[in-house]
């Protein structure tokens, strides 16, 4: 016997016409490339959405034709993630911090019919476009007197002119709720990029889960700013769940110093925002460079690399933010774990908690999760014994786009698929998960591990270092031993052994780095995370002391 309740698909068009009827007032705030302050509300974005429809309609696009951005966080971009999906094409948005051939190779390999591009990345479309053999418009979004001429680029139109003039009455369609809405290539540190295809199934559910309590919390009281791009795994999703719950939006465009991103805070009341550790590094260095304190900050999700402890403490105690932690990836859409205490947390000792906060979370309703051994088998929840981290759900892949890579799912005794994250972890008896390491950024020495998240974490509590990263370098007698690379604060001094000190009592005496290299920079990733692969590279004729 079937349920008898009404059958509607779960897509995304009905965010917006949600977010339009019950919050059409609440307002969209971007910092525009120009650098002035845009204001625009959950209704004209609506609005425009149905005449972006309207001029893929008249593109003569097909049902899941891709549209590809090169974009900040602002409206326009907004507006795209609501035309392109909810008329039922594909979003992909672009990394514009990737290599101009592999962002080709990516607007190829999905087969882009259009691209749309913020004028800060006009360089890189000329550079790119004649590779691009599918795109057929390139659209800039600007106004139409901002459009460049001569830029060299056929058949470009500025965003306003393409879409401004049709009409903004346009009924969303209805159809399969796993159809494909968009797309996020991962970062693809070994071989070619392999690309998630969210559908509006898993897009819907996963904005649900991330309003929740124990999620991010966000309420149609809340000014909510994504610092996290747009263009890395839809800004965590906060552009759906904020339609979802009509919260206020606030975009930083492409000022992601520690003094805009300070003063949008301030100037719009932001009361919950997310990013990468790397960003909100600068901004408490602007914080405290300045003597400035947050107004209405409460919260903010922290998360894409391990947020160093010092951080959640800086946030917590000198601030009065809470931070929480996240665990996610690409694959995920992105959401894995989130961490927030339980009832019975709290009555422990402020340590105890915050000991508790160091961890990447629970998981979220929807996401299953387990650790293995080399065999497969399942480990202990004692939050002591490590594995490979396996999950599954409703918005983790099955599969790549075309097939890339083959089937990455690996099966349990009862032929269910669950995704390898790559990452090793460990579980407690509460749930909450730990990651020790990215699989190929664990320490192997002398046949135990060493986690490079601790290394880089005590390096990161020393007053003195602004940012440290920790790899193995090979040993004759233990294979691997863990070196740490570190900046250091301006004008702060420290030396090798100082640091090296530092470390005592806070690990086990074999897990210490045997050395400490200054570096002037640490290379970060096109998602702000430090990039191993490159360091390993700068550091390829690196000798250990004692060698
Ligand atoms: P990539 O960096 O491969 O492009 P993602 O942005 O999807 O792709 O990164 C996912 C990975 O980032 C995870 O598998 C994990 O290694 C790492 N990661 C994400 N959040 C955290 C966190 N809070 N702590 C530690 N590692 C994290």
């Known amino acids: 016997m079937l349920g008898l309740m009404q059958d ?33 509300t959950w209704r004209q974005v609506a609005s425009r959405a149905r005449q972006i429809a309207n001029a893929l309609e008249e593109e003569q696009l097909l049902f899941s034709d891709r549209i590809a951005t090169l974009a900040w966080n602002g409206y326009r971009h907004l507006e795209l993630y609501y035309g392109v999906s909810g008329s039922g094409r594909v979003l992909h948005t672009i990394n514009p911090r990737l290599h101009p051939d592999q962002i080709a190779w990516i607007a190829n390999h999905a087969e882009d019919q259009i691209l749309c591009f913020d004028l800060s990345f006009l360089p890189l479309v000329q550079a790119v476009h004649a590779k691009c053999s599918t795109v057929r418009k390139w659209i800039a979004l600007c106004d139409a007197d901002k459009l460049p001429a001569d830029s060299g680029i056929p058949n470009l139109v500025s965003y306003e002119a393409w879409m401004g003039q049709r009409s903004d009455v346009y009924a969303w369609p209805s159809f399969d709720e796993n159809s494909a809405s968009s797309m996020c290539y991962t970062s693809g540190t070994t071989g070619n990029p392999k690309a998630a295809l969210y559908s509006h199934r898993s897009t819907l559910l996963h904005a649900y889960a991330a309003a929740l309590p124990d999620v991010m919390c966000i309420s149609a009281r809340d000014s909510v700013l994504p610092v996290v791009p747009m263009f890395h795994v839809n800004a965590w999703g906060i552009p759906y769940s904020a339609a979802l719950v009509g919260a206020k939006l606030v975009f930083p465009g492409p000022a992601m110093d520690g003094k805009s991103i300070y003063e949008l805070i301030e100037a719009e009341k932001v009361s919950f925002a997310a990013g990468v550790p790397t960003v909100w590094q600068m901004l408490l260095g602007h914080l405290q460079a300045n003597k400035l304190k947050f107004s209405t900050l409460k919260r903010t999700v922290i998360g894409g690399s391990a947020c160093p402890p010092a951080m959640i403490h800086a946030f917590q105690e000198l601030y009065g933010v809470d931070v929480l932690h996240a665990w996610g990836m690409t694959e995920m859409s992105p959401l894995g774990t989130l961490c927030t205490l339980k009832n019975k947390h709290l009555e422990m000792s402020p340590e105890e908690q915050t000991a508790i906060r160091m961890k990447q979370g629970r998981a979220i309703f929807g996401v299953d999760m387990k650790i293995v051994d080399g065999n497969g088998e399942s480990l202990p929840w004692d939050g002591k014994a490590y594995g490979d981290l396996l999950v599954k759900g409703p918005w983790v892949v099955k599969e790549y786009f075309k097939g890339e890579g083959g089937d990455p799912l690996v099966p349990d005794a009862e032929g269910r698929g669950w995704f390898p994250t ?58 691997e031993r863990p070196i740490v690379a570190v900046v250091k604060k301006p004008g702060a001094e420290v030396s090798r052994d100082e640091l090296i000190a530092f470390y005592q009592g806070k690990t086990a005496k074999w897990q210490i780095p045997d050395d400490v290299v200054f570096v002037e920079a640490i290379p970060l990733g096109a998602t702000g995370k430090i990039l191993k692969t490159r360091l390993r590279e700068q550091l390829r004729d690196y000798k250990l002391p004692e060698v």
């Open 422 to 479: 790559g990452d090793v972890a460990t579980i407690d008896a509460d749930g909450f998960l730990q990651i020790t390491d990215r699989s190929k950024d664990v320490i192997k020495s002398g046949g135990e591990w060493i986690s490079s998240i601790d290394i880089e974490n005590i390096a990161v509590a020393h007053p003195a270092i602004a940012m440290a990263a920790c790899i193995g370098v090979f040993h004759p007698k233990w294979d």
């Open 8 to 40: 509607q698909p779960l897509l995304i068009s009905s965010l917006i016409e949600f977010a339009e009827r019950h919050h059409g007032d609440a307002e969209i705030v971007s910092r525009r490339v120009e650098g002035d302050i845009h204001r625009t």
